[in-house]
Nanobody, 115 residues
């Protein structure tokens, strides 16, 4: 089992920045891809960014140039630096980890961007 705990969400004005962190614990050996998803009210959960153990990164087009994902493999932590936030970025952000074909999820941290 892998446990994921997110932190860093909150309320920010449009144009501001937040940094999310996600710490993995438990059976962290062989975690491959870690990522951030978000889900706004009434919408499906969507991928924001992902990073492999080797550092391959993918971003959703809507956040390219504004968000940066990073990973500390030694500490089993993944970060999401979010800059130039927009109201449409408001959502609950979930950390995910894939290990040996299984996906694990955190409980989420809310991000609210005020106009």
């Amino acid at each position: 089992q892998v446990q994921l705990v997110e932190s860093g969400g909150g309320l920010v004005q449009a144009g501001g920045s937040l940094r999310l962190s996600c710490a993995a614990s438990g059976n962290t050996f062989a975690i491959n891809i870690m990522g951030w998803y978000r889900q706004a009210p009434g919408k499906q959960r969507e991928l924001v960014a992902s990073i492999s153990y080797g550092g391959t990164i993918n971003y959703d087009d809507s956040v390219k140039g504004r968000f940066t994902i990073a990973r500390d493999n030694a500490k089993n932590i993944v970060y999401l630096q979010m800059n130039s936030l927009k109201s449409e970025d408001s959502a609950v952000y979930y950390c995910s980890a894939r290990r040996l074909g299984l996906d694990y999820w955190g409980k989420g941290t809310p991000v609210t961007v005020s106009p």
